[in-house]
Nanobody, 115 residues
Framework: QVQLVESGGGLVQPGGSLRLSCSSSENIFFFNVMGWYRQAPGKERELVASINVGGVTNYGASVKGRFTIFRDGPKKTIYLQMNNVEPEDAAVYYC?????????WGQGIQVTVRS
């Protein structure tokens, strides 16, 4: 069974940077798509960024130009580099990995934005 483990969350100041990591128990090129969603209190889960097996990336409108998703195959890890963080970025961030028949989720990691 695939396991995804997020790390790197925590407290960041507005305008600051943070890097999230998602380590997979399986070869990340096994998945069609990997990426990040987030959910803030009282809001629906929304797509933050994704990267497909071919390396094509996709970003949510609110993070485009500020966040970057990238991967390290040998480390079986994807990353979310968060720059110029805004208070609205505060949420629980979830890593996911998708194959045609299944989506696997990480446990989620908290990002808090506060001065």
């Amino acid at each position: 069974q695939v396991q995804l483990v997020e790390s790197g969350g925590g407290l960041v100041q507005p305008g600051g940077s943070l890097r999230l990591s998602c380590s997979s128990s399986e070869n990340i090129f096994f998945f069609n798509v990997m990426g990040w969603y987030r959910q803030a209190p009282g809001k629906e889960r929304e797509l933050v960024a994704s990267i497909n097996v071919g390396g094509v990336t996709n970003y949510g409108a609110s993070v485009k130009g500020r966040f970057t998703i990238f991967r390290d195959g040998p480390k079986k890890t994807i990353y979310l580099q968060m720059n110029n963080v805004e208070p609205e970025d505060a949420a629980v961030y979830y890593c996911y990995a998708r194959v045609p028949s299944q989506v696997t989720w990480g446990q989620g990691i908290q990002v808090t934005v506060r001065s």
